[in-house]
C-alpha cells in the first residue's frame, strides 16, 4: 500500500487480499484511476462511503468478509463491470445498486439477504447473477429469470415457499 501511494495517479490494481484488514484503509480514496481492487479474505465489516468516489473501478472484490450491508454510495461506481460479495453477511443491498448499468457479474452467494431490491431487475447488462446459498422463493425466482433473460442466474435448490 505504502509503494502505491508514492505514485497514486498510475495505480490501477490493488490486490490487499489476505491482509487481516478490518477497515478499508483511507488512504486507498486517493487512488482516482484505480481500476481493480481486491480486499478478499480479510475481516472488514464495513465499506466507507468514499468507495463510491473510485469512479473509474471496473472490478471490486470484497469477498469473504464481515459485510453486513453495503454502502449506497456503490451505486456512483458507473464503471464497475464485476462486484464480488460472497461469503459475507450482507443481510440488505441498497436500491443505488441498480445503478450498475456497466456491471456484467455480481456474486452475492451465500450472505443473508432477506430479500432482493426491485431495482436488480435494472441490471440488463448483468451476465452472471450468484445467488446460491440464499433462500429466495420459487415465484422471486421465476420473476428474476424472465426479467433477466440473458443473465445466466444460480440458484440453490428451488424453494416452494414465502416469505
Not at 44 to 61: A, R
Not at 114 to 130: A, G, I, K, V
Given at each position: ?26 488512504r ?100 452472471e ?35
Amino acid at each position: 500500500m505504502i509503494d502505491a501511494l508514492r505514485d497514486s495517479l498510475s495505480v490501477e490494481v490493488l490486490d490487499l487480499s489476505r491482509d487481516g484488514l478490518h477497515e478499508v484503509p483511507h488512504r486507498i480514496a486517493a487512488l482516482v484511476n484505480l481500476k481493480e481492487l481486491y480486499l478478499a479474505h480479510n475481516k472488514i465489516d464495513e465499506l466507507p462511503p468514499f468507495i463510491g468516489s473510485l469512479t473509474k473501478l471496473e472490478i471490486l472484490d470484497v469477498s469473504v468478509n464481515k459485510l453486513t450491508t453495503i454502502p449506497y454510495q456503490i451505486g456512483s461506481l458507473s464503471a464497475l463491470r464485476e462486484l464480488v460479495l460472497f461469503r459475507n453477511r450482507i443481510a440488505l443491498l441498497p436500491p443505488s445498486i441498480g445503478s450498475l448499468k456497466s456491471l456484467n457479474k455480481l456474486d452475492l452467494w451465500n450472505n443473508e439477504l432477506e430479500f432482493l431490491p426491485p431495482e436488480l431487475l435494472q441490471l440488463t447488462s448483468l451476465q452472471e447473477l450468484d445467488l446460491r446459498g440464499i433462500i429466495i422463493p420459487y415465484e422471486e425466482q421465476k420473476k428474476l429469470s424472465k426479467n433477466l433473460p440473458a443473465t445466466q442466474i444460480y440458484f440453490s435448490t428451488p424453494c416452494n415457499c414465502s416469505k
